[in-house]
């Protein structure tokens, strides 16, 4: 069973930085593409970032979010710099096998940027 482990959420004050990971766990797979999703309380979740070789960002997190892979230890990150209050959401690591979806995702780490 392959599965998608998030950490690195927490209590920051507005400017700071995070920095989030996600280790896929189970057995050894390389996806086809890898993304950060967020959902703020009473809103749907949302794009922040995705890697497949090029990378892709949502308007409001380019210039201070950076999404990376570490393809030997299976691990994604987002580091998170100059953060916002409005910023502050649950954070999902979401994986592909193929182009189609994000098919597997992981619980989610809570970030929360006080102002």
């Known amino acids: 069973q392959v599965q998608l482990v998030e950490s690195g959420g927490g209590l920051v004050q507005a400017g700071g930085s995070l920095r989030l990971s996600c280790v896929t766990s189970?057995?050894?797979?390389?996806?086809?593409?890898m993304a950060w999703f967020r959902q703020a309380p009473g809103k749907e979740r949302e794009f922040v970032a995705a890697?497949?070789?090029?990378?892709h960002y949502e308007d409001s997190v380019k210039g201070r979010f950076i999404i990376s892979r570490d393809y030997a230890k299976h691990t994604l990150y987002l580091q998170m710099d100059s953060l916002k209050p409005e910023d502050t959401a649950v954070y999902y690591c979401?994986?592909?096998?193929?182009?189609?979806?994000?098919?597997?995702w992981g619980q989610g780490t809570q970030v929360t940027v006080s102002s």
């Open positions: 979401a994986a592909a096998q193929t182009s189609s979806a994000y098919d597997h």
């Open positions: 189970g057995r050894a797979f390389t996806w086809y593409a």
């Open positions: 890697i497949a070789g090029a990378t």
